[in-house]
């Protein structure tokens, strides 16, 4: 019998606007509550992680992106799940302001203050590499 629950998949937007990123507040009732992450979900079956994004980041922000690039994946076990997290630096595609369907909040934060902000622990590697590559904004 598993100890925990495999989630599986998981994709996530590191969307740059200008000098800043998205970052969102996680639902108070839901697994790792009030914590920020960047948006995204699960990877359905059958389903590239590319498409997964864009299908996630539409339902949960109503926002259309454009990937930059795809971040190294990581792999993290909590008590009761673990999950494959695959990241991708994005800009929005469309002009718009990103809604928070999803999430108690969304801000937009520079990389230096993410260090203000707490993450589920299978965020970190992801900020650590965003950080220790220090990737220029795309300019839009």
Known sequence: MLSSLHIGRVVCGLIERGERLLI???PAGKNLGLKWEFPGGKVEPGESDEDALHRELEEELGVRVNIIERLTPCFH???DFS???VPF???LADI???L???H???KWITPDEISQYEFPEADLPVLEEYRTNNHPP???
């Open 89 to 91: 630096r994005c800009v």
């Open 100 to 102: 928070s369907r999803e």
């Open 96 to 98: 718009g302001e990103p």
């Open 83 to 85: 999950l494959e997290l």
């Open 24 to 26: 969102a507040r996680r």
């Open 104 to 106: 108690e909040e969304l």
């Open 77 to 79: 076990r909590y008590p």
């Open 138 to 140: 795309e300019r839009s």
